[in-house]
């Protein structure tokens, strides 16, 4: 089994930062794609950033320039710095991994718990 548990979420002013953070622990052979989500009221979840096992990136147009993902393949960790926050950034924020638990199997989908980000104007 898998877990991911993400941490760093708050409450911020606008224009203010914060950096999110996901562990994977548990049976890991190996993380392909790592990304964030977020979910706002009403709203389906939608990709925020995402980025491959070589360090690849991608980003919604919303935050290009703002966020940044990163991560550390060897302590299976993923960030999200967010800095520029604005209130339409508020929702909660989950991390999605694809892994491969064992060299022979095929590839899961785990996701976080989620943490909250709330931006006040």
């Known amino acids: 089994q898998v877990q991911l548990v993400e941490s760093g979420g708050g409450l911020v002013q606008t224009g203010g930062s914060l950096r999110l953070s996901c562990a994977a622990s548990?049976?890991?052979?190996?993380?392909?794609?790592m990304g964030w989500y977020r979910q706002a009221p009403g709203n389906q979840r939608a990709l925020v950033a995402q980025i491959t096992s070589n360090g690849m990136t991608s980003y919604a147009d919303s935050v290009k320039g703002r966020f940044t993902i990163s991560r550390d393949n060897a302590n299976n960790t993923m960030d999200l710095q967010m800095n520029s926050l604005k209130p339409e950034d508020t929702a909660v924020y989950y991390c999605k991994a694809i892994v491969q638990p064992r060299p022979v199997y095929g590839t899961y989908q785990y996701w976080g718990q989620g943490t909250q980000v709330t931006v006040s104007s």
């Open positions: 548990g049976t890991i052979f190996s993380i392909n794609a």
